[in-house]
């Protein structure tokens, strides 16, 4: 069985859930979900509006991954979880798209859900590899 590697990130905040900020095996690395908090004042309070909050969600993202030595190159799948999935969808895909170059876009998942961690209304998570 390969080992497998649990990643708390120093100078990033806990995760609000009991969790590590990733997980990896056999080069597959899982990010737990990433929402619009700031990273570095996560007291703070969210962006107002879905176009703020995905763009700090994926910022959020980058950063994890780079942290780990990877980029938004080697994301495979990306699960995208909103809380009003008709108002936000098209407006998230706007900014969603210009973190992606168009011809390495990864796999996607988007769901509408009831309620999210801090009031967001949006929440990414992805499985990358090295």
Do not use: W
Request: contains cysteine.
């Amino acid at each position: 069985m390969p080992a497998i590697k649990f990643h708390t990130i120093a100078g990033l905040p806990k995760s609000v859930s009991p969790s590590s900020h990733a997980t990896e095996a056999d080069g597959f690395v899982y990010l737990t979900g990433q929402f619009g908090r700031d990273l570095d004042d996560p007291a703070k309070p969210l962006p107002e509006g879905i176009r703020a909050q995905t763009e700090r969600t994926l910022s959020n993202m980058r950063r994890v991954l780079g942290a780990l030595d990877l980029t938004m190159g080697q994301v495979l799948r990306v699960r995208v979880f909103l809380t009003h999935f008709k108002r936000d969808y098209d407006a998230m895909n706007e900014v969603y798209a210009g973190f992606f170059p168009a011809d390495a876009r990864p796999v996607r998942t988007c769901v509408g859900v009831t309620d999210l961690v801090c009031d967001a209304l949006i929440e990414i998570d992805c499985v990358a590899k090295r």
